[in-house]
Structure formats: C-alpha cells, structure tokens
C-alpha cells in the first residue's frame, strides 16, 4: 500500500475519531450537566420559530392571487418612474424595511419598481436572489413572469408569423415526435409540390468565413466566397494588422468592409460619421491598444484555423453596425429582415438550435475576444459575457455550412485539432472539401437525415445556397439534408460507411443518427 493511500486512511481515521469523541462527549453534557440541557432546549425552540417564521413567509406569498399580481402591476405601469438614482435608492431601502417587517408583498412592489428603471434586469434580480428573503423574491419573480411572459408570446408568434418569408416556399413547424430526422426543435416543411431536381429556395447567407489558407493566398473572394479568375483581377484590402483579403466586386469589398471588416480588423473609426462616439479622436495609446488586440486574436485564428470564433467575432460586428444603419443588405436578399422588417440578426440566432457538445472553448479565447471589443469601441465588451459567448459559439457549430463547388476541393490543409474539437460543418461532400463557411437564417431548421430527401448547391459559384429536391415531394413534406458525406464511397462496405457518418455525426453534433436508412441497415447487420 502506497504512503500517499496510508497517509489518506489515517485523516480519515483521525477524522471518524473526533466525531466519535464529540458524540460521546455531547451524550456526556447532555446527561449531567443541567444549564447544557437548557440551552439545547432554548436553542431548539429559537431554530424552530425561525422555521415556522420562514414557512409562514412563503405561504404568504403564495396567496397573493394572479389577480392582486396583476392589479399591482398595472398601478406601477400607470406611475411615472423617474430614472434618478435616488429614486432607485429610495425603492430598495424601503423594500429592505417592508421586507423586515413581514410585509412581503409591498416590499416586493417597491423592490420591483427599483428593478424597472435598473440599466440591468438580470444582475439585480440576481442581487435579490441573495439578499431578500425568498418570500419576497418569490412575489418579485411572479411579477416578472406577469409582465414579460406575454410580450415573449407574442413577438414569438409575430416572428413565425413573417418568417421564413412566403417566397422560399416553406414554412416552420414544431417537429413530430416520430421524425426520422435529427435537427432543431423547428423544421423546415414545404408550402407546395416539388419534382425532384427542383429549386425550392435560394438563400444568401448572414455570414461567411472564407477558410484561412485561400484568404492568404488571395484566390477567392472573402465576402461571397466567388473563385477570383487571375484574368479579371480583384480589389484587395489590406488591413492595419496586415489581413489579406481579396475581393471579386466593389459590392462585395464595401459590404464586408462596412459589415465587419473595418470595426474588426482596421484602425479606421468603428462607427463613421453615425455615433457622437465616432467623433473623439483616439489616442496613440489606444490605437496601438487596438492594433495590438486584433493582432493576438488573429494569431489565434490563424493557428488553429478557428472559424467558430472568428464567425462569431463577425456576427458581433454586424450587429453594432447594423444598428447603426451602416452596413448595405444584400441585393438579392439573406432574410435577415424577415418579411415584417422588424427583426435584428440576434431574433434570428437566438432561436437557432445550439450544439449539444459539452466542450468548453479554449480559455485563452473569450479574453481575446473581450480585448479585441473593448480597444475597439470602450465598453462593447460589457455585451459579451462568458456565458453568451459560449452559447453563440454553440449555435455556429451546429448551423455552420461548408460552402464547396462542384465536387470541392481535395488541397484543404488537415484540421490541427483533436478529432472531438475539430469544428465540422454540414456539407454532403464532408468539410475536408469545402472553401469556406456560411451562415443561414432559413437552411439553419434543415433537419438531417442519411436518406435526405434534399441538398444544398453552391451551383452560382458563389456562397448562395441553392436547396434542390433530390426526389418528388408533397406540400406538408419535412424537409431533410446530409450533414455529412452518406455516400458509399468506392471499396468501402455498406457497414464501414455506416460506422463512418455515424462516428461523424457523434463527433459533430453529439447524436446516434435513427433515420429509416440507419435502422434498416442495423436490421440487415
């Protein structure tokens, strides 16, 4: 038996010992000393009031009905609420005085009325959480639940209501129970017959990723991905930090300068000529404060070939200048707007599934990103928490699409992660053939299925994706697509292709696949 194994039983040994020692002794007091006895006594009755005390609490504020909650929250909606921060001081110190009293219900009133005019919600009912008693809090939360619930309801029911719109002829439903299929929560189904080998939509996407390799060498195009033919030329793009990237059109250099390129990787002003921010000069320190923080995420990137981070990275940029009003839509439409007009890019990723993976990023990531913000525009690291930063990192690796030309690429440099961290995308020729990544609002609810009865096309050349019917379909149809190579590939066994897609679908998106091709071959095996 090792020192290390001797050294752990006698803790415990010495540690049984002493309670042993305390019981008997405790069992001594207790039988001959009298005034010992008293104060277990007294100290048991004072334990029990408080019990009894709390119990009651709860129970109060239990019975306050919907009715009352709902009367109190029209009185507080009808008040004017001064934003003053006497105003917010004066409704928490006299919540914390009803609250000590008993008076649970008012106090929760006033403690409510403190947290409507709080900058932020959440981290004060958090404050609440932890220093008012819980009948209070109780009172707190049911109005919360009172006021925001409906409005959640509804711009839910308003969001589907417009989207997807009615010309990519699909609509979202809530999947079956008996789907074959793997994906979100929502799927796409069909509003109208299809032949097989038709279109049934055509999406431009949110957001693309060229991969690394190509952008350095400047041979497509970084906004829509387009192969750059040598004879045309391109418009290249240097950026402060020395970022290649390279560019087919005008349209496509000035939508992904004004969308992502300048906030993110130049040291020209975040928001020109938009935000009074804009207008103060920064210093040298910050622009070097600045230059030095896109630098260290870029070195990141680059390292690993980490299109997750750098995606996300993007996503927040387009989000400030959209805004703001100054980045351009596309032409031909990505359904960021929705029909209604609306909507911010964040109504549509919020509602995307995320990745079941249990993986956490690298921990030298979120600083990074945190950095990059901040010495860009002070103060827009506050938006960007570990926690949402996780959570949007878990929704682009489930809804990432490999964008791949004809039968794609057979140079791309192998991924230097593990297998289980390598970032996958859904692709039928598999990622390892892909040029770069895209982001969809519409084709991010494709269900996947080994026998799909649809697949993507990048038949443009470009990153708009083409969804075609690969066989007859009906109005009411879910529909389906690989999201990974099912192929039977040549000198491979129909099991050894099995084993495959299934061990990439584990690794990608953490499911066993229970399509109708995947039970009928386990049957036959």
């Known amino acids: 038996m090792s020192s290390r194994t001797n050294t752990v039983l006698t803790v415990a040994g010495l540690s049984l010992a002493g309670i042993i020692a305390y019981a008997v002794y405790f069992d001594y007091r207790r039988r001959t000393d009298v005034e010992f006895r008293k104060q277990i006594r007294k100290e048991k009755k004072r334990v029990n009031k408080s019990l009894a005390q709390s119990r009651e609490a709860l129970a109060a504020a ?33 919540g914390e005085q009803l609250s000590s009293a008993g008076q649970h219900f008012p106090a929760a009133l ?36 009172l006021d925001l619930a409906p409005k959640m309801r509804a711009t839910a029911l308003a969001y589907f209501e417009v989207f997807p719109p009615k010309s990519v002829n699909v609509t979202l ?53 387009r192969e750059i033919q040598p004879s045309l030329g391109s418009l290249p793009l240097l950026s402060s930090v020395s970022t290649k990237a390279a560019f087919c ?8 300068k004004t969308q992502w390129h300048s906030l993110l990787f130049t040291l020209d002003p975040p928001l020109p ?23 260290q995420l870029l070195a990141y990137l680059n390292k690993d070939s980490r299109v997750g981070t750098a995606l996300m990275a993007k996503f927040i940029a387009r989000q400030l200048t959209a805004a703001n009003g100054t980045a351009p839509g596309q032409a031909a439409g990505d359904y960021t707007r929705a029909d209604g007009g609306e909507y911010q890019l964040e109504d549509h990723v919020e509602r995307w599934s995320a990745s079941p993976k249990n993986a956490e990023p690298p921990v030298e990531e979120y600083p990074l990103v945190v950095a990059l913000l901040k010495a860009t525009l002070p103060g827009l690291e506050r938006f960007v928490t570990e926690d949402s930063h996780r959570s949007l990192l878990g929704r682009i690796a489930f809804n990432a699409f490999g964008v791949c030309f004809g039968g794609g690429r057979d140079d791309r440099p192998p991924s230097t992660l593990r297998p289980e961290d390598a970032e996958l995308t859904r692709k039928p020729y598999g990622t390892v053939r892909q040029v770069g990544t895209a982001l969809y609002t519409v084709s991010a609810y494709l269900s996947h299925s080994c026998a799909p009865n649809a697949r993507p096309s990048f038949s443009s050349g470009t990153s708009e994706l083409q969804l075609i019917a690969t066989k007859d379909l009906k109005t009411g149809d879910e529909l389906s697509i690989a999201y990974v190579d099912v192929v039977q590939r040549t000198g491979e066994s129909a099991p050894e292709c ?11 998106w953490k499911f066993a696949c229970e399509c109708s091709r995947c039970l009928k071959e386990a049957s036959e095996k």
């Open 62 to 94: 239990s019975e306050v009905s919907e009715a009352e909650l709902r009367e109190a929250l029209k009185q507080i909606k009808s008040e004017p609420l001064p934003t003053s921060e006497q105003y917010f001081m004066s409704q928490v110190a006299m």
């Open 110 to 145: 006033s403690f409510y009325r403190a947290l409507c005019v709080y900058p932020s919600p959440p981290d004060l009912l958090d404050i609440y959480q932890k220093t008012v008693p819980p009948a209070t809090v109780k009172i707190v939360l049911a109005l919360v639940n």
């Open 173 to 225: 439903q809530t999947r079956p129970p008996s789907s074959e299929t793997f994906g979100p929560e929502k799927v796409l189904v069909l509003t109208k017959d299809v032949a097989a080998g038709e279109v049934i939509y055509k999406e431009h996407p949110l957001l693309t990723c060229l991969d690394y390799d190509l952008q350095l060498a400047g041979t497509y195009c970084t906004h829509c991905l």
């Open 249 to 256: 059109s005008k349209p496509c250099q000035v939508a992904s």
């Open 273 to 295: 000529a938009v935000s009074e921010l804009s207008q103060l000069a920064p210093t040298p320190e910050a622009l070097e404060a600045r230059r030095a923080a896109q630098a």
């Open 498 to 508: 099995r084993q495959r897609r299934r061990k990439e679908l584990a690794r990608g």
